[in-house]
C-alpha cells in the first residue's frame, strides 16, 4: 500500500514537472534542428543534431556582440543598483523609513510604458538613442527599486546585536556597515544582484525603442528573427537557447533565497 | 579596525538615517519621479512627437478615451486575460504546492525545474511557444491529435487567442506562485494539523478548514507581486501576436504603447498610461485592504 502511494505520488510529481521541462527542451531541440526538419510535420522528436544554426547565430546574425550588449547593461544596471540600493536599504530596515518605500511602490506599480515615453523623448532631445547610458538609466527604474525592495527584508532578518558589538570595539558605523552587516547579508546580495541581472538581461520593451545597431540587447535581436520577412525558425531556437542558458543557471544556484526572499518581500509589501 | 575617523566619515555616522539613502532617492527622483510628472503634464497636450511643439488641451484627451472603442476593447482584453490567467496561477499554484508539501527524495529537482520558466526570458520563450503553436505544424497541435483530440488554431483566431496566451502565462508564472506558497505552507503551525487529525478531520476538510485561511495572507501577497507585471503584460502577447488578430489580444497596455510608439501621439498615450497606472493602483489597494484583514484574522 506504502509504495502503491508513493508511485502515484511520483507520477503525479513527474507529470507537474512535465510542462516546464517540455518546453524548455523543444526550445533546445528547436535550435538542433535544420529549417527544413523544423517545419516537417509530423514534427520530428529523434534526428541527427546539427550546430550549424548556432553557428550562423554567431557570424550571420552577429549574436556575440549582442550577448556582450546584454551583459555589459545588465552588468552596469546591478553594479549601480547595488552601490545605490544597499546602503538605502539598510537605512529603510534600521531607521522604519516607510516614506521611501512607498517611493518604491510607485516605481513598482507605474508601468514601464509611461517612462518609456518621457526618457525616449529626453534622450532623443540629448541624442543618447542607441547608448548603453540610456539603456542602464531605464533599467535602474526596475533592477534599483528590486535590489532595495528585496534587501529591505534581508537587512530587517539581521540581528542587531551584532553591529552594536562591532560599535563597542570602536568601528565607525561605516566600517561596520561594510565589514560586518554586508557579510552578513552576503546571501541576500547574491540573490538581489542576480534577481536583478535576470531582469536586465530579459528586459524587452526599453530595450526595444532605446536601443539601435550598436547596442541591441539579445531580447530584442531574437524578436528580429520574425521580422526579416522569413522566420527562422531554427535560427531563433538556437539564439532562444544562448539568451536563457545564462539566466536559468544563475536562479539555478540562487533558487533557495530567490524564493525566501520574494516571499519575505512579498508578505512585507 | 581602529583609524582615526575622518571628518567625512564621523559626518556619515551621525546622519546615517539622511547620508545612506540619499543617493538611491535622488536617483529615483530623477529616473522616476521627473518622467512620470513629466507623463501626467503630457496627458494634458496635444502632441505627435518630432513634429511642433506639445498644444495644451486641458481634459481633451480623457474625453477622447471615453469614447475610444479601442480603449473599451482594450479593458474587455485585459480583464479577460489578466482574469483568468491571475486566477489560474493562484489555484494551480496553491493546489500543487499542496501536493508537493512533503518530504520525499527529488523535492530538490523539482524546486530547480520549477525555478526555470520564471528566470526564462520572456521574448525569448515567447518566441517558442508561437513556434509550438502553430495551428498547422506545431507541437501542441501534434500532441492533442495523437490523442484523438482535434487541433486548435490556438493564437490564430481571436476566439481562441486569449486563452492561448493566458496559457502561456500559466505556464511561465504558476511555478513562482508555487514555490512561494511551498516556502509558506513549511513555516505554518503543526498544532492545528495535529488536531485536526485527532478530531478526525479528513484531507479535504484539512485543506479547507485549516491550511486555506492560515495561507491566505501568503496567497493574497503573491496575488499582489503576480498582479504588478501581469495587468502590465507585453513581452509575450507582443511577441506572440502584437495584440492581433485584428485587435482581439491588445489589452489596454499594448494599446497605450501603440498610440505612442506606433501612432507617436504622446498626449494621448500619456493619458492611456495613467488609467492604466489607476487600475492598477485600484487592484492593488482593495488586494491590501484584503490581505490586512486576512491578517487579522
Redesign the interface.
Known sequence: MKTFKSIL??T??VA??V???F??V??IL?GLKTGVQ??????EFIFRPTLENYRAVFQQYNFFRYLMNSLVVAGLATGVSL???L??A???A??R?GK?GL??L?????????????????F?HLKLIDTYTALT??H??IT??MV?WLMVSFFEGMPEELEDAAMI???????SFL?IVLPLVRNGIATSAIMSF?FS??Q??FSL?LSGPKTKT???A??N??SYGKID?AG??A??TL??LP??V???FV??T???G??M???K? | MKTAPSTISRFMDRHQALVYPAPAVIALFFIVIIPIAYNLYLTFTKWTIGLGQPQFIGFGNFIELVSDERVLNGMKVMIYFSGLSLSLELVLGLLIAVYFNREFKGSEIVQAIYIFPFAATPVAVALIWRIMLNPEIGVMNYLLRSVGLPGSLWVSSPLTVIPALVMVDVWKWTPMITLIVLAGLKSLPHDPYEAARIDGANTFQIFWYITLPLIWPVLIAALMLRSLDNLKEFDMIYTITQGGPGISSETLYLYSYNVGFSFFKAGYGSALMVVVFLIVLVFNVVMNRMRLRAQDL
Do not use: H
Not at chain 1, 38 to 43: E, G, K, L, Q, T
Open positions: 505520488f511520483y503525479g510529481a507537474l514537472c510542462p516546464p521541462v518546453v524548455f523543444w526550445m528547436t523544423n517545419i516537417s510535420y509530423p514534427p552601490v545605490l540600493g546602503p538605502a539598510y537605512s529603510i534600521k531607521y523609513q521611501i517611493l518604491i510607485v516605481a513598482r506599480m507605474t508601468p514601464f510604458v509611461s517612462y518609456l515615453l518621457p526618457w525616449y523623448i529626453i532623443r538609466i531605464t535602474l527604474i534599483l527599486p532595495i570595539d570602536g568601528c565607525s558605523r561605516l566600517q565589514r535576470i538581461w530579459n524587452f520593451l525603442i539579445v531580447p530584442v531574437v524578436y528573427f520574425i525558425w531563433i531556437g539564439a532562444a539568451i536563457v539566466v536559468s544563475f536562479a539555478f533558487r533557495r530567490i524564493v525566501q520574494l516571499t518581500g512579498a508578505l509589501e
